[in-house]
């Protein structure tokens, strides 16, 4: 293999661009008729759009009303192809390498274990969550909301984990997590490895997990052992993961030094460019849309999701009028913790004809989503509230 390697291509054949005008996704065209691809065969067709054998989508109207996203209707998103399944025969002898402790040791998950537990619900969702919507049609998955979801995570937090091997070693200012999925050869592995460092500051709330959603983690979501790092995107979250370090620097994996950068419509990635790390404050509307079918004119529930990355959700507001005008919603649903999303209602009265629907949240810390989308080469971290608005025809 040559170092020409794409690697957002390494398992993705064409997938076909989807009309997004006015923010208003009306179809899923050309990747209705895939089928789902063995790695994910268990997930429930009907709730997915198939774009390839390594990214599937979750349909907008597939998300429902309920908090926790079924790990069948969960998207799906490699940067490699996943480990053999013979990986999941031996799920508690997993070993990690644990480094820049000051007892750095390998751990298995059995042994991960018996340090501690703990249970976390986050946001889990791919930066390019909303590339469908860019007009300029950026190269990549052209999802619109459904690269998303909300899981419940069960693991140790990392912080126990360092707490257990001595603490971090001094001078320790990121934490560099490797995947494990087995490299090509004859092609240098940091061109492609998928190896990514966040700010020391998400020790506080990283963990390292062996469950999803209540049962055993799939191969497809990262089995048998996955770091969480919650309010960050998702390529952060490392899949099968062999090795967590504590560095000094960046790792300088090309993943990290070149992908996944904020790079200005037109120009190449470097690592001067702003990197794809927290969330930011975003929602968006699941019912009714243009896949709801009839609607009948009159009082309906207008309902979504919101989310704020390392923050919670403080307000979310409602438009009927394409941005005019605005009305506060109310949330629904539990409230389980800061990273995880919260459900929100709006009940109104839309007369018929054709009405533009949109949702606007708030987090803690004062922070609006945005109307317009930051520009970029990649079509990342997409959190336009006009973007994301949905159109409904009233009969």
């Not at 001094?170 to 061109?191: V, W």
């Not at 790792?251 to 950068?261: L, N």
């Not at 509307?285 to 403080?314: H, Y």
Request: with cysteine; aromatic share 6%.
């Amino acid at each position: 293999m040559k170092n020409q390697i794409n690697r957002r291509h390494l398992l993705a054949g064409s997938a076909g661009a989807l009309a997004a005008g006015l923010g208003a996704w009306t179809g899923h065209a050309t990747a209705e008729a895939k089928p789902l691809p063995a790695l994910a065969a268990w997930k429930d067709a009907s709730s997915m759009i198939v774009h390839s054998s390594s990214t599937l989508e979750t349909r907008r109207s597939a998300f429902g009303s309920s908090v926790i996203t079924p790990s069948e209707q969960l998207y799906l998103r490699n940067n490699l192809p996943a480990p053999e399944a013979s990986i999941l025969n031996d799920r508690e002898g997993w070993e990690v390498a644990i480094e820049g402790v000051k007892g750095p040791r390998r751990l298995s998950v059995r042994e991960l274990k018996t340090l501690g537990m703990e249970t976390i619900a986050t946001v889990l969702q791919c930066s390019g969550n909303g590339r469908g919507f860019f007009p300029g049609k950026p190269s990549g998955t052209p999802w619109t909301v459904g690269a998303a979801g909300c899981v419940m995570w069960s693991g140790v937090p990392l912080k126990t984990v360092a707490q257990a091997l001595g603490g971090v070693a001094d001078g320790m200012l990121y934490i560099t997590g490797t995947g494990g999925e087995k490299l090509p050869e004859g092609i240098d592995p940091k061109s492609i490895v998928v190896e990514r460092s966040v700010p020391i500051k998400a020790l506080a709330d990283a963990m390292l997990v062996w469950e999803m959603n209540g049962v055993p983690l799939s191969l497809a979501h990262g089995g048998p052992l996955r770091l969480i790092v919650p309010g960050y995107q998702g390529v952060n979250n490392i899949k099968y993961i062999k090795r967590l370090a504590f560095t000094a620097t960046e790792t300088d994996a090309k993943i990290m030094s070149h992908g996944y950068r904020i790079s200005p419509p037109g120009s190449k990635a470097d690592p001067s460019q702003p990197s794809v790390q927290e969330m930011s404050v975003k929602s968006w509307i699941n019912s009714p849309t243009a896949d709801s079918g009839k609607v009948a004119a009159g009082t309906v529930q207008i309902n979504g999701v919101a989310f704020g990355g390392p923050n919670a959700v403080k307000r979310v507001e409602v438009s009927v009028d394409g941005g005019k005008t605005w009305a506060d919603a109310r949330f629904v649903g539990p409230d389980l913790g800061k990273f995880a999303w919260r459900q929100f209602v709006l009940q109104t009265r839309l007369p018929a004809g054709t009405h533009t629907l949109a949702s606007r949240a708030t987090d803690t810390a004062g922070n609006v989503q945005p109307e317009a989308r930051v520009e970029n080469a990649s079509g990342y971290n997409n959190t336009s509230w006009a973007d994301h608005a949905v159109q409904v025809t009233m009969a």
